[in-house]
């Protein structure tokens, strides 16, 4: 590993790539700390805190939307959005080509087609950014965390929008140039990047609750097996997302003069968790408005003269669909399996992989090509998203369920599972991935495919 390590800084091109990807990364982290103009900080520091102590649905929301967008919205600061808006319509556009045939047509041109919708995903970020901004800018403006009379001059909302419109855009820039002369997916990077940073506070008080000896403190034995929980879902997630159901398939041979072509054995790879983190962003999502409409309406009814059984209805609602209760739970698995299936319908189409395999003289053995073959990729498909589907179900109630049993603070069981942690492997494995095919197309050895290698070898020269 010592050895890899070296490797890396070993060719420049690389390590300029690896160290421009960290400056942009550390532009980021810089910028989620300047304060948005007007913005009450201490007082939204000071409500945040009070809501994540209470266990609020407003407190899970933000901290929901900080997590999937690298924003900082308990901080309110000119990256507060962060990059959400870019991410929602890159997915609005992604579905979009899947049911309208004109984009379909213009995503198969190429470059110059993927380059239009690109065009056109920017100009909806920039829509987005707008409307968000103006929401959350008047969700803050109603708790009262804007300095004094600044929401009545209309010039202090067109420059509060502007600089977090202008947040978003920026970030989605660096992420541009991260792709472009760094290393990684940029938008990938620096979602895991505002979730990472999380860390040092989980630390924080994972070392206040470790008090050996102490009643309802942590103990030798809590710690070791929170430790020993984070280390081997990590590896069962590192697993999962690899896991492949690999088809074989056969070339068709070619008979030319007296030489015959073709023949060739491979295989087609279908990953088990194809949908990858999307169907729990789409769960998590849609279960955060029910949480918190039904808790602000139990806050309202309680001082309103309405009818006793209304608010019992309020009550049972707002308490069945906390977090880490039951009913919740169920739902979300419920969700999570229909929006898995739901994506696999969007991005995997077996027609054209069937199509696809028959134009270039390729077949499953024992099935005939085309709609048999269809009909086999779908049943397989099928059954293995049933199977990741059922992993995505156990990695997002895992931290719930450790934080409702074991009375953990929520920001460490977020380690322990849920969607930050299955952020963090897939965007970790793509950058190793990158590292490895750079140091191997150099002739160096890499992470994954060992060797003793200390330095670059000649072109079919053997070190035997």
Not at 94 to 121: C, F, N, Y
Not at 406 to 429: D, E, K, P, R
Request: with cysteine.
């Amino acid at each position: 590993m010592l050895k890899t390590l070296i490797n890396v800084f070993r060719v420049p091109e690389l390590r300029n790539k690896i160290l421009f990807t960290l400056g942009m990364l550390a532009v980021f982290r810089i910028g989620s700390w300047i304060p948005m103009p007007g913005a009450n900080y201490s007082e939204i520091v000071k409500s945040m805190s009070h809501e994540s102590q209470s266990g609020g649905a407003l407190s899970r929301a933000a901290q929901f939307v900080s997590m999937f967008s690298g924003g900082t919205l308990d901080r309110s600061t000119i990256f507060g959005l962060g990059i959400m808006p870019y991410i929602t319509a890159s997915i609005i556009f992604q579905l979009l080509a899947s049911v309208l045939p004109a984009l379909k047509r213009l995503q198969e041109e190429g470059p110059v087609g993927r380059q239009k919708i690109m065009e056109w995903t920017r100009y909806a970020t920039v829509l987005l950014s707008i409307f968000q901004s103006i929401g959350y800018l008047a969700f803050l403006n109603s708790r009262g965390m804007i300095y004094g009379d600044a929401t009545a001059n209309p010039l202090w909302w067109v420059m509060a929008v502007t600089a977090m419109v202008a947040g978003t855009m920026f970030l989605m820039w660096l992420g541009e140039q991260i792709d472009r002369f760094g290393i990684g997916n940029g938008v990938s990077l620096l979602i895991m990047a505002g979730i990472l940073t999380s860390m040092p506070a989980a630390a924080k008080i994972l070392m206040a609750d470790f008090q050996p000896g102490e009643e309802g403190k942590m103990g030798w034995l809590g710690l070791v097996c929170l430790v020993a929980g984070f280390v081997g879902i990590v590896a069962a997630t590192v697993l999962m997302t690899v896991a492949q159901r690999r088809i074989p398939i056969q070339q068709a041979k070619h008979t030319r003069g007296r030489r015959v072509f073709g023949g060739q054995k491979s295989y087609l790879p279908l990953r088990v968790n194809h949908g990858g983190v999307m169907p729990i962003i789409f769960a998590s999502s849609l279960m955060i408005f029910p949480s918190v409409i039904f808790a602000q309406l139990k806050t309202q009814t309680q001082t309103m003269d309405i009818a006793p059984w209304i608010k019992n209805m309020m009550f049972f609602f707002s308490d069945a669909l906390g977090q880490g209760q039951f009913v919740y739970i169920v739902l979300e698995l419920l969700l999570i399996y229909f929006f898995s299936y739901f994506w696999i319908n969007v991005q995997f189409n077996p027609e054209d992989m069937s199509k696809q395999l028959k134009e270039s003289g390729a077949f499953i053995p024992g099935l005939r090509p085309g709609p048999r073959t269809a009909e086999y990729l779908d049943t397989v498909m099928t059954r293995i998203t049933y199977v990741g589907a059922a992993f995505l179900g156990l990695v997002a109630v895992i931290p719930v369920v450790v934080y409702k049993s074991f009375n953990i603070n929520m920001i460490v069981t977020q380690f322990l599972g849920g969607t930050g942690l299955l952020i963090v492997v897939s965007v970790a494995l793509d950058m190793l991935q990158r590292i490895e095919a750079n140091l191997l197309m150099r002739n160096y050895a890499g992470f994954l495919s060992g060797g003793d290698d200390d330095g670059p070898r000649l072109a079919g020269v053997s070190t035997a």
